[in-house]
């Protein structure tokens, strides 16, 4: 249900009694565009271009399509989608009626997505122009490229780039030195965005371009280059075999352009961008981020195609996390054995008896709380009543490992984090592990939690508020299935998150139970502080269209992610918002969500 208007929007819910789980999330966007189809579509050979194979001599095929990049194949303005092989994943361009521009839709893999993002190519004819007024070398299109093959998975800005986007790249038809390709991407939400740019090929010395927002005619285009060499060699000459993305950070305004001028010098081109929104920790009161589970994050890097004898010598795992709190697996009684030295693992202090574990958590918003802690504990009277067998601890699994970064309730959520997990040691079915999160400021918080492995049908957990005993646990979940299958038995690649919103008084304790089914686990939770309401915004109900409207008591307003959450009501209800516009309605839970800008 949509409504807009300029300054009030008149919104009619009529309400369901029973109401469908969703996804309760901030605005934000993840988009990853590769350009370059050439190492999607090929399959490996040796050193002599033999075909690899399998055991049984079978030639092996490509690598698998990319679930989460926009593939940009050779195209020109004539004809944009002559390379587009048919089940790839490469994405259909529309030229423009005067074929001096083609325009592809941007898939965003937010679990919010915004479905209007595309990305427009033309031209800088101007530049074509200056460099030769008796025959301009007008750009015809883009031409794709692979001559050095690292087959290495890198991680750029907490994004998993796969060899088969880093390895190729597209360059300016024709390469003629000193003109550009220009990239106009529009209808982005407006905010922060880290825009990171690469080129994989390591025999090119040097590569840059130009990042700005503007409007739709781009013409406050920088002077010169505000990227930095993103080649795959360094200023110095050295090959380098991981890159060197170069991220630049900007704001979009409301109705304004992101632009990109991709600087041709007659050699190599651009690999891939990754646009990714930044919340400012600013707008959080409260920020703690649990990756459960070490392995993705200790996992060998993947190198696809070992051509290349520094490749098998260079794998290693990717970057420890800077801004995640990992807990690997553990027991009550050695709760640290599998801290690895120089990891992002945090040390826990297991309690006199052995029957509780704490970690000390960081707070990454500006609030910088350095009073938070999580505890695991035994559900001791559960497991009495039943006569399971007591937690020993928790133990991590990652049996699928989509490697596909995504975007949670704003924040990005790196496939070492998502396809990862952690399951009850022992895993007994409807046991339960207790988590006590102490020394959260008062206030309101989304708790998200996820499971990335997308062969298991089902995960749910209690949220609740309490005491240190926590006695007033749910009966039943209050969560959602938050495996990565959706109750139809879907396989869900970027996960079903889901968010409860609970309100934190002074000296209250945050519980969750994560509840073991025998399958699966947690591989994730975000605890974001949400930041009082600005007095602009307020939710007005009334029973009836032309009744008296009033203040909604016990919404909770998200400033940063420009929702307003309050219990769904039991009977059809007309709401007004004021001082908002593009309202949209969905549910999550028992609770309704109003989206606004
Ligand atoms: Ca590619
Ligand atoms: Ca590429
Ligand atoms: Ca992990
Ligand atoms: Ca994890």
Do not use: C
């Not at 938070?372 to 559960?382: D, I, P, S, Y």
């Amino acid at each position: 249900m949509k409504h807009s208007t300029k300054h009030q929007g008149l919104l009619a819910a009529a309400v369901a009694a029973a109401l469908l789980q969703t996804s309760l999330t901030t605005q934000a966007g993840l988009f990853k565009i590769d350009f370059g189809s050439l190492e999607n579509e090929r399959a490996p050979v040796d050193a002599s271009d033999n075909p690899l194979t399998d055991a049984n001599g079978i030639p092996l095929g490509p690598q698998p399509l990319l679930l989460d990049w926009n593939v940009i194949p050779n195209w020109t303005f004539a004809d944009p989608n002559a390379n587009v092989a048919p089940d790839s994943a490469s994405v259909l361009g529309v030229a423009s009626a005067d074929g001096t521009s083609v325009t592809w839709k941007l898939k965003d893999v937010s679990v919010t997505p915004n479905n209007n993002v595309t990305l427009t190519m033309l031209d800088n004819r101007t530049l074509a122009e200056k460099l030769s007024s008796d025959a301009p070398p007008y750009m015809l299109g883009q031409t794709g490229n692979n001559p050095t093959k690292e087959g290495r998975d890198v991680v750029y800005d907490g994004v998993r780039v796969p060899g088969i986007v880093k390895d190729d790249y597209l360059y300016r038809n024709p390469d003629t030195d000193g003109s550009e390709t220009l990239m106009r991407i529009a209808n982005l939400d407006p905010g922060t965005y880290n825009v990171t740019v690469f080129e994989g090929r390591t025999t090119d010395g040097k590569r840059t371009g130009k990042v700005w927002v503007d409007d739709i005619k781009g013409l406050k285009e920088p002077a010169s280059e505000n990227t930095g060499n993103y080649a795959g060699k360094n200023d110095a000459g050295d090959v380098l075999l991981d890159g060197q993305p170069r991220t630049v950070t900007v704001k979009v305004n409301a109705g304004e352009y992101l632009w990109f001028a991709e600087m041709e010098d007659n050699s190599g081109g651009i690999s891939g961008m990754v646009i990714r929104s930044v919340i400012d920790p600013a707008d959080s009161k409260g920020l703690f981020k649990l990756d459960f589970g070490e392995l993705e994050n200790e996992r060998v890097t993947k190198i696809t195609n070992a051509n290349k004898d520094q490749a098998g010598e260079d794998a290693s795992a990717p970057p420890p996390l800077t801004d995640w709190n990992v807990i690997p697996t553990w027991t009550f009684a050695d709760p640290n054995s599998n801290v690895t030295a120089g990891s992002a693992s945090i040390k826990g202090t297991a309690n006199a008896d052995a029957t509780a574990v704490t970690w000390n958590l960081t707070d990454f918003s500006k609030d910088a709380n350095k009073n938070v802690t999580v505890t695991m504990l035994n559900n001791v009277a559960q497991n009495e009543a039943n006569s399971f067998p007591p937690a020993l601890g928790q133990s991590a699994n990652n049996p699928t490992k989509e490697g596909i970064a995504v975007m949670y309730d704003g924040i990005l959520v790196p496939a070492s984090v998502k396809d990862d997990y952690m399951y009850r040691n022992p895993d007994t079915d409807r046991s339960e592990t207790l988590m006590r999160f102490a020394g959260l400021n008062p206030g309101k918080y989304k708790v998200t939690v996820f499971e990335g492995r997308t062969t298991d049908a089902f995960r749910a957990g209690k949220v609740w508020v309490d005491d240190i005993k926590g006695l007033k646990e749910p009966a039943d979940q209050n969560t959602g299935n938050f495996a990565g299958k959706n109750d139809a038995g879907d396989v869900l690649p970027l996960g079903q998150p889901r968010t409860v919103v609970v309100d934190v008084k002074a000296g209250e304790y945050l519980w969750f139970a994560e509840m073991e089914d025998n399958s699966g686990g947690i591989s994730g939770m975000i605890i974001r502080g949400v930041p009082a309401a600005p007095s602009a915004v307020s939710l007005l109900s009334s029973a009836a269209l032309g009744g008296a409207f009033s203040a909604v008591t016990g919404a909770s307003v998200d400033a940063a992610a420009k929702t307003i959450t309050i219990p769904a009501p039991t009977s059809s209800s007309f709401y007004r918002l004021s001082g908002a516009s593009k309202v949209s309605i969905s549910t999550s839970g028992a609770n309704l969500v109003f989206k606004y800008e």
